[in-house]
């Protein structure tokens, strides 16, 4: 039986091998992160599938990566993606790798939260012996609600949504992780940003859990509430 999250381990195990040392530079985020949190609840709800590996490529300066992308492309390991000047698809494989830069220029605009995520970034097993630096889970949270607020659609399509609810299920001590970085009130204020556009508040909040909680995790329900209305009050 696989491990749980494994689906996501081995997305991003595909990232490395293509990129190889190169991918020494890279701070994984994004929705393939949450199997590095899941290993801790081998018996909770499957993740949300993706197939898109998304990383902040810290390697300075950026051109030294689009030198790296070119050379990846030419050798026929990856394929660039019209869509996204980000995107690129891992050849001979169903895998998209997003590179990112830390100052969002490459995705249409600034992300401040891209760079604090990078510069605290911390390590965690990928399997096979391989460990990487992806975002911790209160950067992953600030992230989240910032793809939240910029893309919608709307509160119950929304993959970023989902995954906020699926974080605050896998990490009980959520709330606690985001006041020690000292985030809560900057969380606080993405949650507003995201209220606003959307027109619901605090009280909703159990709402959109109940759109989004796998039934199987039906138990935490009143845990991720909790947790949810905590860090959108500060």
Request: with cysteine.
């Amino acid at each position: 039986m696989a491990l749980r999250g494994e689906a996501h381990r081995a997305a991003i195990r595909a990232v490395l091998s293509v990129f190889g040392a190169d991918a020494t530079h890279f701070v994984f985020v994004g929705g393939c992160t949450l199997g590095l949190y899941a290993t801790a609840r081998p018996d909770g709800a499957p993740l949300r599938a993706t197939k898109d590996v998304d990383c902040i490529s810290t390697r300075q300066p950026w051109v030294l990566q689009e030198q790296t992308l070119a050379r990846l492309c030419a050798e026929g390991r990856l394929s660039p993606e019209k869509e996204l000047q980000c995107r690129y698809r891992i050849c001979g494989t169903e895998y998209l790798v997003d590179v990112l830069s830390p100052d969002g220029a490459n995705v249409g605009g600034v992300n401040a939260w891209f760079a604090r995520a990078a510069a605290r970034a911390a390590e965690y097993d990928v399997g096979d012996g391989v460990r990487v630096n992806a975002v911790t889970p209160p950067y992953f949270l600030a992230t989240k609600l910032v793809a939240f607020e910029d893309r919608g659609p709307d509160v119950q399509s929304s993959v970023d949504c989902e995954d906020i609810v699926a974080l605050a299920a896998e990490m009980a001590d959520l709330a606690s992780l985001v006041h020690a970085e000292g985030m809560h009130a900057d969380v606080a204020a993405l949650w507003k940003r995201v209220f606003d556009k959307y027109g619901f508040g605090v009280d909703d909040l159990s709402d959109v859990v109940d759109g989004h909680l796998d039934f199987r995790e039906d138990e935490h329900r009143r845990r991720v509430v909790e947790t949810l209305r905590a860090l959108a009050r500060g």
